[in-house]
C-alpha cells in the first residue's frame, strides 16, 4: 500500500466527520444551517441523530476504505 496525498486526505476527512460527530454527541448539539448556529438535540431530534449516525458510518468508512480495498 502507497501513501498517497489523497489517500492522506481521506483519511484525514474522516477523522475531521469523527471529531464532528463526537463533538455534537459531547454537547448534544448539532449545527443548524439554516439559523447558522448550534442548536440542542431536543430542537429536531431527527437531524440530530442523522448527524449522529449517518457521520459516523461516513467517518469510519472515509478511514476503513482506504485500508481495505487499496
Known amino acids: 500500500m502507497d501513501i498517497t496525498p489523497i ?5 484525514a476527512l474522516g477523522l475531521g466527520v469523527l471529531v464532528y460527530v463526537g463533538n455534537c454527541w459531547t454537547n448534544q448539539k448539532y449545527w ?3 439559523h447558522f448556529d448550534w442548536k440542542p438535540k431536543e430542537y429536531w431530534p431527527e437531524v440530530f441523530w442523522l448527524n449522529i449516525i449517518g457521520g459516523t458510518l461516513i467517518g469510519i ?3 476503513a476504505a ?4 487499496s
Open 7 to 11: 489517500l492522506i486526505l481521506r483519511i
Open 32 to 34: 443548524s444551517r439554516k
Open 61 to 63: 468508512w472515509l478511514i
Open 66 to 69: 482506504q485500508f481495505l480495498f
